[in-house]
């Protein structure tokens, strides 16, 4: 079975069979990973192997953090205006889709947040023109979400602003390569390319720490967790033993240009399929198309029903779109091959000829 789930997401088989052999007695030691303390060496040493591979991946410089966190991407949604933001000061964001909106709605509680731009009026098939954002000269930030994969909206260039860039990079984190160095906090939820859900990362440069305002939880602080390594209280050690397998295989597989490539190939068949037919369409501006998350809808939504069954018997998994907008998304994170995208487009193809 292939599956497209957006989140938790498709991990590498190599990762999971190699979790599966050591699940019992990791090295030799006669423990699971899972039953060590997290002060123990041997945890220690994986958690330094992942950041220090996560930093090879990425070229983080050493004046960035990495830090590993728990509550998803969502508590950073609270985390990033309580880190940076003077209490009802300004901060900007841009307002591409679904998690955009999150976003702003949890700063809101916290900072005076200016929308710079939306495409809401348009349903979220575009992202605003750069020459028309509102940006604040006094703002904490602007925060984006450059892959949005509800709507499957992406831009991978990093904009010029006056205020530090902060970027949600859940669901295009380690798709491609990217330059870290324009950015002032890039934070993930794991469960997409990175890992399962439970571990969050947050990378961020370090002259933005200590800026935190008194009331900011300890466990939201990230001068806090960067002083102690991540373990200010027990991380989630097996979620990070996970990540570090993920790493070393994307390493293995020669890091992001490789990645790139195959990402690209991915989206190119499916989009390329999904252009040359008259049942299936997908809404958003070709330039800003998302490589991770292709939505889809068919010419007859009375269809989707069908499809849907009819795909899961054919192992195809995770179709459905989400439920704030239906039709049909495919997530093609780095765990899906590129076999998983033909099988798709052959099932689709079928199923047009069928009842097209
Ligand atoms: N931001 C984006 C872009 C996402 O895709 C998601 C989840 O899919 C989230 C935030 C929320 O992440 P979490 O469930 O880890 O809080």
Redesign the pocket.
């Given at each position: 079975a292939w599956n497209f789930c957006?989140?938790p997401a498709a991990l590498p088989e190599a990762v999971l069979t190699r979790a599966a052999e050591e699940m019992l007695d990791w090295h030799g030691r006669g423990l699971s990973f899972m039953e060590m303390s997290h002060r123990s060496p041997e945890v220690v040493g994986v958690v330094e192997e992942a950041e220090a591979c996560l930093r090879r991946l990425l070229a983080i410089g050493d004046d960035y953090a990495v830090l590993f966190l728990q509550g998803?991407?969502?508590?950073q949604f609270a985390a990033v205006p309580l880190n940076l933001a003077a209490p009802g000061g300004p901060a900007d964001y841009l307002d591409t889709g679904q998690?955009s909106k999150?976003a702003i709605a949890e700063g809101r509680r916290y900072a005076d947040v200016g929308v710079v731009a939306s495409d809401a009026a348009g349903n979220y098939r575009t992202v605003p023109p750069r020459d028309s954002w509102q940006l604040r000269e006094d703002a904490a930030y602007l925060h984006l979400?450059p892959?949005?994969?509800i709507g499957g909206v992406e831009f991978t260039e990093a904009p010029v602003a006056p205020a530090p860039l902060v970027a949600?990079l859940?669901?295009t984190l380690l798709s491609r390569p990217l330059d870290v160095s324009h950015y002032g906090v890039i934070y993930a939820?794991a469960?997409k390319n990175i890992g399962p859900?439970g571990l969050?990362l947050v990378i961020v440069r370090r002259d933005l720490l200590g800026r935190a305002r008194p009331e900011c939880p300890a466990m939201l602080n990230w001068e806090t967790a960067a002083a102690a390594d991540s373990m200010y209280n027990t991380p989630p050690t097996f979620a990070l033993y996970l990540a570090a397998l993920v790493f070393e295989w994307l390493e293995g597989l020669g890091g992001l240009p490789a990645m790139a490539e195959r990402n690209r190939r991915k989206a190119e068949t499916l989009y390329g399929f999904i252009d040359n037919s008259a049942f299936y369409a997908n809404p958003v501006d070709p330039p800003w198309r998302s490589w991770m998350n292709v939505p889809f809808v068919l010419a007859d939504d009375g269809l989707d029903k069908r499809f849907l069954e009819e795909a899961e018997a054919a192992g195809l998994l995770n179709l459905k779109g989400h439920r704030s907008v239906g039709g049909m998304r495919a997530s093609l994170y780095n765990a899906v091959p590129q076999a998983a995208v033909d099988d798709l487009v052959v099932f689709m193809a079928d199923f047009e000829r069928r009842c097209g």
């Open positions: 957006a989140g998803g991407a969502s508590t998690w999150k979400t892959n949005e994969t949600d859940s669901s939820g469960q859900a969050t």
